[in-house]
């Protein structure tokens, strides 16, 4: 039993289409049709850059389809040019292997790959079928069906040539579309793959693909792609000043990446809920209301984090952000900020002053008044931190200090490292001892 019925429906009401072969829909209605969508293992993690193409499979798996992921071991030691100015660096079999495997375990918590149901998901690996694959072999049983005039006429190729700062393209990776249109050919002969999906940057090498099957084997197949997705103030999705937005949680942490999400404007959380989530029309449609009258809440950010916070993560690991976030606006608690790990803490607090305190002080137990004035210069002089104490105004691990000669000591430190200090309401400071 499907949970959607109409897969294209489904796709065009998120807004994930694009441009799609005519015929596509049409064949879907025809029953279980098998699609595939082809991901780059650059690295042994995704990230959100990779999610609009993940949750197209997903959507497709719910629609009753079955779905293929391809690894791209083969093209990735090549690297593919549409849109880019640059060619990539090549990889070795070893950092595939590895990245096949951390990208395997990521895609299985959006697909189904273990049931015994006819659309389980699949994973292929395009190395596989090219590695005893020769070079003559390949241009004379492929490469003689496609024409360098059809090829040269790809945006992505006419894009790279004519780009101010281009220096041209290599034979490398101008034969990129050839193996990807090689990949459909192999997967409509071996696993009666009849359509593939991508970013619209993907379009000339799907054609090629489809064109391929129709002059090697007579056949027919389709091609759909969705929209690349960018901020609304145009700006470039899933990047922040660290880098890429990654599903590891040693590469982003489950916080951080949950704040990505709870942090989008309001334009981009409308958007995003539809394209990022499972949650029906009416779910949306009911947030959306909720926003409209109360934006200062966010619940269309709100939700939009604690569904792919749950869904990449854990439930447990969306409840921790949830606290973790409280503490850095004032609401949390001393147990809760003990129980937050270190990547964690260094996450909530990145860019707060820190100070080295050595642990044999604190082994001995330090009173306040010389901790903050003396060994972590956060204040100026006694005397003004006397005052802000006598006002109530200093905390130590979220409990207010009631003295200047309280002590402090290891017993105290988060992770056995570290000690928050806060000034007021918004002013942090992190202790670090060693």
Known sequence: ??????????????????????????????????AYLGIDPTADSLHIGHLVGVMMLRHLQRAGHRPIALLGGATGMIGDPSMKSDERKLLDEETLKRNQAGIKKQLSKFLDFESDAPNAAVLVNNYDWMKDYSFLGFIRDIGKHITVNYMMAKDSVKKRLSGENSNGMSFTEFSYQ???????????????????????????????????????????????????????DGGKFGKTESGNVWLDPERTTPYAFYQFWLNV?????????????????????????????????????????????????????????????????????????????????????????????ARTELEAGRRLIELLTEDAAIFP?????????????????????????????????????YLLVQRGKKNYYLLIAR
């Not at 994930?16 to 596509?24: A, L, Q, S, Y």
């Not at 409509?188 to 391929?212: A, F, P, V």
């Open 265 to 357: 404007n309001d334009a981009d959380a409308a958007r995003y809920i539809k394209i990022f989530t499972t949650l029906s029309r009416e779910e949306i449609a009911a947030l959306e209301t909720e926003q409209a009258a109360a934006p200062h809440l966010r619940p269309l950010q709100r939700r939009l984090a604690e569904e792919l916070t749950v869904l990449v993560h854990s439930r447990a690991d969306y409840e921790a952000a949830v606290a973790a976030s409280g503490i850095l606006f004032g609401q949390g608690t001393r147990e809760q900020l003990q129980t937050l790990d270190e990547a964690t803490l260094l996450a909530v607090f990145e860019g707060v002053p820190q100070y080295e305190v």
């Open 1 to 34: 039993m499907s949970e959607i019925k109409n897969f294209v429906e489904e796709l065009r009401w998120r807004g994930m289409i694009h441009d799609m072969i005519p015929g596509t829909e049409e064949e879907l209605a025809k029953g279980m049709t098998s």
């Open 178 to 232: 050839l193996l990807q249109g090689y990949d459909f050919l192999y997967l409509y002969r071996n696993y009666g793959c009849r359509l593939q999906m991508g970013g619209s940057d993907q379009w000339g090498n799907i054609t090629t693909g489809t064109e391929l099957i129709r002059r090697k084997d007579g056949g027919e197949a389709f091609g759909l792609v969705c929209p690349l997705i960018t901020k609304a």
């Open 381 to 417: 002089s006694k005397g003004e931190l006397r005052k802000l104490v006598q006002a109530g105004g200093i905390s130590i691990n979220k409990e207010k200090a009631s003295s200047t000669d309280e002590l402090i000591t290891t017993e105290q430190l988060i992770d056995g490292r």
